[in-house]
């Protein structure tokens, strides 16, 4: 298993960029999923809201297995209806959702074209600790829509707190879901 094949959802011909019918369905499984498991979470002390949730790993997998587009698709439509269900509300925290769709997005890119062959276990928590680093940089917008003082304020309270949790969870479960992944694509000829 050290080997894995590829995990993308699309022929050898596709591109990364493609929407077929089969990326819209994973993307809006994958979304329903998000939705659904990011209600499960435990609250970091000492942050503004960032909790450490078990269910981002859904986002920079989906990105990983089924490219950037169904990526984005789960990180920023998974993560609002995740708000509106725990009664944030569907677009109060807009930017955030925005950043997990670019996690999404960065994993699925950085896996299509960065990550081609060796171990796919690896390779996929390279993907998604790429993908939380560089697409959470997003949540700075806090500091221009007056949810954060300051860029200090921004760094400590929001983007260090969910970059940590959110590595940790994608780093340890997104390669876990990819090896649970790879035998079920297998069988299915995908």
């Known amino acids: 298993m050290t080997t894995m094949s590829s995990t993308s959802s699309s022929t050898s011909t596709g591109s990364m960029w493609e929407v077929t019918t089969r990326t819209i369905v994973y993307a809006a499984i994958g979304a329903a999923l998000y939705a659904v498991a990011a209600q499960f979470s435990f609250l970091l002390p000492g942050t503004a809201n960032v909790s450490l949730r078990p269910g981002f790993a859904l986002v920079t997998f989906f ?25 944030w509300g569907l677009l109060t925290s807009w930017n955030w959702s925005i950043a997990n769709g670019l996690a999404g997005l960065i994993a699925g890119w950085w896996g299509w074209s960065m990550m081609r062959g060796g171990n796919q276990l ?17 949540v700075f917008t806090d500091l221009f829509i007056g949810t954060a ?42």
Do not use: K
């Open 122 to 138: 690896v390779n996929a928590a390279v993907a998604s600790a790429v993908g939380v680093v560089i697409g959470f940089l997003f």
């Open 63 to 87: 990105g990983f297995a089924f490219g950037p587009v169904a990526g984005l698709f789960v990180g920023l439509v998974g993560n609002a209806i995740a708000d509106q269900i725990s009664g």
């Open 149 to 190: 003082e300051n860029f200090g304020a921004a760094m400590a309270d929001n983007y260090i707190p969910v970059v940590i949790a959110n590595l940790i969870v994608a780093v340890i479960l997104t390669p876990i879901l990819v090896a649970a992944w790879e035998p079920i694509r297998s069988s299915m000829g995908r």
